[in-house]
């Protein structure tokens, strides 16, 4: 004789454990919930009117763990040269670190590669290289520890000297 009690009891666990599986798989998979956003502009001050700001606008690739973020970074050496800096790029992030050159496609030991290392509110900059081979005026470097100032996606390729985006000198 059949038992239907059990085999609906049966049945009822089966589902429940599928339901619950599922969700958890979800959750586990749910990638582009539990990645950062590293979008924001971020600000580093030196001596003698020395600064630095980088506006980073953080995209997640449908691949986990793929990330890119459009970047654009400015710098003025400061007194007495106040010497500059720029670059706008897309650099691919793995593990919150990236890495910036001017020439990628031309990899080799004597060029500028500046890294970037993200954090919840900061980011730390490491330039490899003299600041001609990254596209800088004279003793112009990137290094320190950038201070998130905004968290909002910012309008990327405005902060050339040439002011392409007619902004405000506030902004």
Not at 92 to 118: G, L, T
Request: aromatic share 10%; charged share 25%; net charge negative.
């Amino acid at each position: 004789m059949i038992n239907y009690k059990n085999i609906t009891l049966a049945l009822m666990l089966l589902i429940f454990s599928a339901c619950s599986e599922t969700k958890s798989f979800e959750t586990e998979n749910n990638w582009e919930q539990q990645r950062p956003d590293f979008s924001g502009t971020y600000s580093r001050s030196g001596k003698n009117g020395a600064e630095c700001t980088l506006k980073t606008d953080h995209n997640l690739l449908k691949v986990p763990f793929e990330e890119i973020d459009d970047i654009e970074l400015a710098c003025v050496r400061g007194a007495p040269s106040y010497n500059s800096g720029y670059a706008l790029d897309t650099i691919r992030i793995v593990e919150s670190i990236a890495v910036f050159s001017p020439d990628m496609s031309n990899i080799d030991s004597d060029k500028c590669y500046i890294v970037f290392e993200f954090g919840e509110t900061e980011v730390k900059v490491t330039q490899i290289g003299l600041s001609g081979e990254c596209g800088f005026g004279g003793s112009v470097y990137a290094d320190g520890t950038y201070k998130l100032v905004d968290h909002a996606k910012p309008t990327l390729g405005c902060m050339r000297m040439d002011n392409p985006c007619n902004l405000d000198a506030r902004n």
